[in-house]
């Protein structure tokens, strides 16, 4: 009854609260789910005695699912403990984004924070409003995909279960010395699966959070710029062309954007290894998840395969939203500054910023890769020649 009462004063306050209250909120849900789980990288960025339990748990799970692969090759059936790795590629990305959460947990403290630190005033409020309201309901919308991916996934094996009497965990892993699809095996893997999804939804929540306030910076600040321009532009149309107004609004505009672009070559380098890593190894997972149940009839393939395609959906349309926000800015300041109202110096000065935004900072895979849809798109093909690539071996 104290939940409900707390969600319905929130929906009350919501509409008459400050933007920043607003995000605050959402940070609050973020930072609680780390809590959970010993990464505080949202709140007081300390290192505390569960701070490894992601990790440990995680290990047992790869420990478990070498042991289930000798086990059937040493059977001679080593194609049958292939279904326990569906998860693997999935774990893998998560235990490099874990381990970038520890190791640079101050660093990804600032980015996190940045848009309640330079961005969000009262001169945007009404920008700001709208900015916020998005990314919470973006958050919402995400958050419930991937809940829904994780119950398309697991009903299948439930209703084997119920019908057959057969256990399938999304792990799949064998015990040593437990027979397979005994009680305690049945056990056994339902608390490893509890725990494993203990860990998983709480860091999901934290990771969604903070990559929505990253998503709402570098969206912001696109509009405040563009909202800096139409400013500039009323400014010079009302027949208006003292020095140091323009001047001025030029200096904002050209801040803000050299701003942003500091602050997504920031995340890139910080996240280097993540973005780099995740791809392989999430493609790995679906590509052998769908084998799995493609071919060994392993129930939770397909929707260990969802599960896998939507997180890495998400990290394509984080980099989306970057190359979004440069074609943006690049077109504003062709389109919505009256460029040619502005004196000489400046419109040099504008010129130059166009050409510098053809080559805008970008969220990479790798040295060269960017994040995109259309990079996404191209690795959808490799997933689907992967799988092609699998079939081969049957």
Excluded at 74 to 82: A, Q, T, Y
Excluded at 280 to 289: A, D, E, V
Aim: glycine share 8%; net charge positive.
């Amino acid at each position: 009854m104290k939940i409900l009462h707390k969600i319905s004063k929130l929906k009350q306050d919501w509409n008459t609260s400050s933007p920043i209250w607003r995000l605050n909120r959402l940070l609050k849900v973020g930072k609680f789910g780390g809590y959970l789980v010993g990464i505080r990288f949202l709140g007081d960025c300390k290192i505390v005695w569960y701070s490894g339990k992601t990790g440990f748990v995680i290990s047992i799970y790869y420990i478990l699912a070498i042991y289930t692969l000798i086990h059937y090759a040493m059977e001679n059936r080593i194609v049958d403990g292939l279904p326990c790795w569906s998860m693997s590629g999935l774990y893998l990305s998560s235990m490099v984004a874990y381990a970038n959460a520890l190791t640079k947990r101050h660093r990804i403290y600032k980015i996190g924070h940045f848009g309640q630190t330079y961005l969000y005033n009262e001169e945007f409020d009404e920008i700001c409003s709208k900015s916020v309201n998005k990314t919470v309901k973006r958050f919402m919308i995400i958050m419930g995909i991937i809940l829904a991916s994780v119950i398309l996934g697991s009903i299948n094996p439930v209703y084997i279960w119920y019908r057959d009497g057969i256990f399938y965990s999304l792990a799949g892993v064998r015990f040593p010395f437990v027979e397979q699809n005994s009680n305690l095996n049945i056990m056994l893997n339902i608390i490893l699966q509890l725990l494993l999804g203990y860990n998983a939804i709480n860091g999901l929540t934290l990771l969604q959070t903070y990559q929505g306030t990253l998503m709402n910076a570098i969206e912001l600040s696109a509009d405040i710029s563009i909202k800096e321009m139409i400013n500039l532009s009323d400014y010079l149309e009302g027949g208006n062309a003292d020095d140091a107004v323009i001047k001025k609004h030029i200096t904002k505009i050209f801040r803000q954007i050299q701003r942003i672009d500091g602050y997504i070559k920031n995340a890139s380098d910080c996240h280097y290894w993540y973005f780099f890593l995740s791809s392989p190894f999430i493609t790995y997972s679906i590509g052998l998840s769908i084998y799995a149940q493609y071919i060994m009839g392993f129930p939770p393939g397909y929707g260990i395969a969802l599960m896998s395609y939507v997180q890495m959906a998400v990290l394509y349309y984080i980099g989306q939203v970057v190359v979004d926000r440069n074609n943006r800015i690049r077109y504003s300041l062709y389109s919505d500054l009256k460029w040619y109202l502005l004196p000489p110096k400046y419109q040099r000065d504008v010129c130059f910023m166009m050409k510098r935004m053809q080559n805008g900072a970008t969220l990479t895979i790798g040295p060269f890769q960017t994040l995109n849809f259309e990079t996404l798109r191209i690795l959808t093909q490799r997933i689907q020649s992967f799988i092609m690539f699998l079939l081969n071996f049957h």
